[in-house]
């Protein structure tokens, strides 16, 4: 059995509410942050624990939280990007929902970290009910003095509120969802300058993802160093992942960082393998922006080695042959799976979720969707693939945010890894495996 | 504070800290002035969307010599101390620019030949310097339901670039903004949300801050091809605006009246819509003379045999 320190509870009765969370030792991070550390020994214990964002980018939340402006005499804030919408992705959804308050400990104590006076949880308007279950639980902190004004007697205050998004991917994007929170378009905004600098409100504003904040929690109760004893090399602690598709378990696992992709998908305590006895064709390792990979090289790198679930082992062999742990959303498709369906799938998603402020991915988005439709249904021609391929490489990087290279990466690498399946939906005029 | 030299193209110029690389370049003029549909000097916030602009930073600055990692918006990027960069001489940024081009073109119409702004549009100009002479694409153009914002100007949103600059005119220059950009991805749209007339003094500099066709002057429509009405600098007193125009005449004919634009597209002065819309008599302005149009288009022909 692997570690387990943020679902370590989840089965226990009532772990929804303030009186068993804070029985099973909740909130112990917020009496030892405020009682007996410095804001800034908070922070060097996240920087020594070397925990990395877990929303997709993967950035050392230590660092970040460093790069805020403490010069400015303008307030700060914390805010967390609740707005989980990556297909394939649905890790937060499951931690908000069963033990809410663990997003709020962490928040507690990282706020306190970077002297934030009023933060945000900024959640997408699909989670309705989870704003329902988060309000309540915040209520209750309120209720225990862990919220508010001078919290536990010290001199720290904190307000904390829940803001719904109205159901854009978009404004998971940090600076889209400033500007969402703001109440404006969530267009995503051109940096420099960075949310550390100017961020809501243009204040010194930090960004984190509900399951980063969390693991605020362990690694202030256990010390930053024994959550980086977790894990290999620069992939410290533990990860929640979502597996789905072709398995005989899809669910949120959490894992600790290093395990073999292999074990993942096979063993009796996560995936328990590929459903109906059928052979593994392709994985998606971390929602669906990241790169798809065949069989042969999710399990192994292309030098033969294991193929682990750090951020280093998936990205081993750059985009040529690797991918990247991204936000954990694990996709499993077995050999009935058509690639170019899929990929239409994902198209069509990044097509409507575009917010069409620069021009590269407000056509080039609608452009890939049209021509895969077209692949898909048996109409498509032998040119339509590098024509293809050449719109997703000049997406890629010339877009304001990520929501392009988002679109691009899954194009490019099905096309380099799975070109003979597009060959074949052309060739047949049909798409050779749908049922 | 003393000025910074940047790099651009092997040109080297100095110019004030704070500067962006497209202004630099400008201050050197010529062929390597990176394209700018979106970018506006004087409407804050403008720029970074279009993505024709995008340029290679090949060293950041004598401090931090590293290159940047993506292609830059010349037009959002500000220029370092030694910073290096490559607009045409850089082969990738060239294909960029095509590429992005291309997707400009995606969707719109090609209807120049019925287009009031041909002539004078940047989006031709960009499709000449930089374009396919092949269309990539067999999908069905998007269009939109039309729709009606006023007496004086009218909206085709099938041309627009969706650049935001009649935004930022609406919400700079004018009391209140009463129409934005609707909806998401492909399908935004320039709209008055409730069809509404966009109706106050300044809205016509919308025409004019408007790159492609999408905004044009309703008085002027279908009179002339710009290129075959001849442009004269002239003013009025006018307590409203600073007076400073463009007449596009035909024989004694004033056919429309313009802001003046430098050779970026840019206006010297907003004018009110008094000027533009309603003093269409030669007697209502004093006439300085001729104008060059320093541009390089179609509508720098100058026919002045006449006069």
Redesign the interface.
């Known amino acids: 059995m692997g570690k387990k320190l943020l679902l370590q509870h989840i089965n226990e009765p009532g772990i929804q509410t303030f009186e068993v969370y804070r029985k099973m030792g909740g909130y112990a991070s917020v009496e030892k942050a405020l009682k007996t550390m410095k804001p800034d020994d908070v922070t060097e214990e996240v920087k020594k624990s070397g925990l990395r964002g877990r929303g997709g980018a993967g950035f050392p939340a230590g660092m970040k939280w460093s790069f805020i402006d403490k010069k400015s005499e303008k307030p700060r804030y914390l805010v967390c990007n609740a707005d989980e919408s990556e297909p394939g992705t649905f890790k937060d959804r499951y931690l908000m929902e069963k033990i809410p308050h663990a997003l709020i400990e962490g928040m507690i104590t990282s706020s306190y970290a970077l002297g934030a006076k009023t933060s945000y949880i900024y959640i997408r308007g699909e989670y309705m009910y989870i704003v329902r279950i988060l309000e309540k639980a915040i209520e209750e902190a309120y209720a225990n003095g862990f919220l508010g004004k001078n919290i536990l007697g010290t001199d720290y205050s904190l307000e904390l509120y829940v803001h719904p998004g109205a159901g854009a991917y978009i404004c998971g994007e940090e600076t889209a969802l400033l500007e969402s929170l703001e109440g404006k378009r969530g267009n995503p905004r051109l940096k420099p300058p960075f949310p550390a600098i100017a961020g809501l409100y243009a204040c010194p504003t930090v960004v984190n993802n509900v399951e980063t904040i969390a693991a605020v929690v362990p690694i202030i109760n256990n010390g930053g160093d024994e959550y980086a004893k977790i894990g290999i090399g620069k992939s410290t602690g533990t990860k929640l992942i979502s597996a789905s598709g072709h398995i005989n378990k899809p669910g949120v696992y959490e894992i600790e960082l290093g395990l073999p992709v292999e074990e993942f998908i096979y063993s009796e305590e996560y995936c328990g393998g590929i459903w109906k006895g059928r052979k593994l064709k392709a994985v998606v390792a971390g929602g669906s922006s990241v790169p798809i990979l065949p069989t042969n090289l999710i399990l192994t790198t292309a030098k033969g080695e294991p193929r682990l679930m750090t951020y280093e082992s998936l990205s081993d062999g750059g985009f040529a042959t690797g991918t990247m742990l991204g936000s954990g959303g694990f996709i499993v498709m077995d050999e009935t799976a058509s690639i170019v369906e899929n990929l239409y799938t994902f198209a069509r998603f990044y097509h409507h979720e575009s917010c069409g402020q620069c021009s590269p991915c407000r056509e080039g988005t609608g452009w890939m969707e049209k021509i895969l439709h077209r692949i898909e249904e048996g109409r498509g021609s032998m040119k339509d693939i590098d024509l293809l391929a050449d719109i997703a490489k000049h997406i890629e990087g010339n877009t304001i945010c990520p929501l392009g290279d988002a679109a691009a990466w899954p194009v490019s690498s099905a096309i380099r890894h799975f070109r003979q399946e597009f060959e074949d939906h052309i060739k047949l005029q049909r798409c050779p495996l749908s049922r | 504070m003393s000025l910074v030299k940047v790099t651009i193209d092997n040109i080297e110029v100095e110019t004030e800290p704070g500067t962006t690389i497209l202004q630099a370049a400008r201050k050197i003029g010529g062929k390597g002035v990176p394209p700018a549909m979106c970018f506006y000097t004087s409407l804050e916030g403008s720029?970074?969307?279009?993505?024709?602009c995008?340029v290679k930073v090949t060293r950041g600055s004598d401090k931090d010599p590293r290159p940047m990692p993506?292609?830059v918006?010349s037009c959002?990027t500000v220029v370092q101390d030694g910073m290096v960069v490559q607009n045409i001489t850089s082969p990738e940024v060239l294909?960029?620019r095509r590429?992005?081009t291309?997707?400009?073109l995606?969707?719109h119409p090609l209807d120049c030949p019925i287009c009031d702004q041909a002539g004078e549009c940047y989006l031709q100009d960009l499709s000449y310097d930089h374009g396919l002479a092949e269309t990539?694409?067999i999908?069905e153009r998007?269009t939109f339901v039309p729709i009606d914002i006023g007496d004086k100007i009218k909206l085709h949103m099938t041309r627009c670039?969706?650049c935001?600059r009649c935004v930022m005119v609406a919400d700079q220059l004018t009391g209140q903004r009463v129409h934005?950009?609707l909806?998401?991805?492909?399908?935004?749209e320039i709209s008055t949300f409730i069809t509404r007339a966009i109706d106050n003094d300044f809205s016509g500099n919308m025409i004019d801050v408007c790159p492609v066709g999408a905004l044009t002057d309703r008085t002027f429509r279908f009179s002339s091809r710009v290129w075959l009405t001849k442009p004269f600098d002239a003013y009025r007193d006018c307590h409203k605006c600073s007076g400073k125009t463009v007449l596009w005449m035909k024989n004694d004919q004033i056919l429309r009246v313009t802001g003046r634009k430098d050779k970026y597209g840019e206006l010297e002065s907003f004018i009110c819509n008094d000027c533009r819309f309603e003093q269409k008599n030669v007697e209502d302005w004093v006439i300085e003379g001729p104008r060059i149009i320093e541009r390089h288009s179609v509508i720098s022909q100058n026919h002045y045999e006449q006069m």
């Open positions: 720029g970074g969307k279009c993505r024709t995008l993506k292609l918006p959002r294909q960029a590429a992005i291309g997707f400009l995606l969707n990539q694409t999908e998007r670039i969706l935001y934005g950009v909806n998401r991805g492909d399908h935004c």
